[in-house]
């Protein structure tokens, strides 16, 4: 089974298990915590717009390889207890895709519990397609790990956000320390 096939299965599931309640654009302080300005949200971090989060420039520093192309989709705007989210793809110049999925939750669900149950689904999940282990990472956000093989990063920066970013292009061997990278850039 390939990296894309296996990104498919695995993409969703930290946002849907880490719920426990019911473009480039500019940015300013990308909020340290996940204090809330008018209206809620985070000043300077619009979960809605992931391209904001991290940048075509950010992307490509870290990569290494020009963005031809960064594409904003998959928008929900917060309402109620539903978070905001957004997923940005990049497209490289050299053919080469990644992507940066943020979620910002109203009634911040990112639990110790939520966060386990997310990294247990995922887990069980990936012993289908490989037997390296998802590795937990220290020192990124809340609390991290990385999933092998496909090169995805899920940060829960806070108790309110969080950040996935898959890098399933890149080498193996670079692509955690390059997943990690962007994830700061995402704090």
Do not use: H
Request: aromatic share 4%; hydrophobic share 45%; with cysteine.
């Amino acid at each position: 089974m390939n990296k894309a096939m296996i990104f498919a299965a695995l993409a969703c599931l930290p946002m849907v298990a880490g719920c426990s309640g019911g473009g480039e654009g500019g940015r300013n302080d990308k909020a340290a915590s996940g204090s809330a300005a008018a209206g809620g949200a985070p000043a300077g971090w619009d979960a809605t717009d992931a391209c904001s989060i991290v940048t075509r420039a950010e992307m490509a520093e870290v990569m290494k390889s020009e963005v031809s192309e960064a594409t904003v989709g998959l928008v929900n705007e917060a309402a109620g207890s539903n978070a905001a989210t957004s997923e940005c793809t990049y497209v490289f110049k050299d053919g080469g895709r990644a992507s940066v999925m943020t979620r910002w939750s109203p009634i911040n669900d990112n639990t110790d519990q939520a966060i386990s149950g997310a990294r247990s689904t995922v887990a069980a999940t990936v012993k289908a397609f490989t037997d390296r282990p998802v590795e937990d990472v220290g020192g990124v956000g809340k609390a991290a790990f990385f999933v092998p093989k496909i090169n995805q990063l899920n940060v829960y920066l806070d108790d309110a956000r969080m950040v996935m970013i898959t890098i399933a292009s890149a080498p193996d061997a670079t692509a955690k320390d390059q997943a990690i990278a962007l994830a700061r850039k995402a704090m």
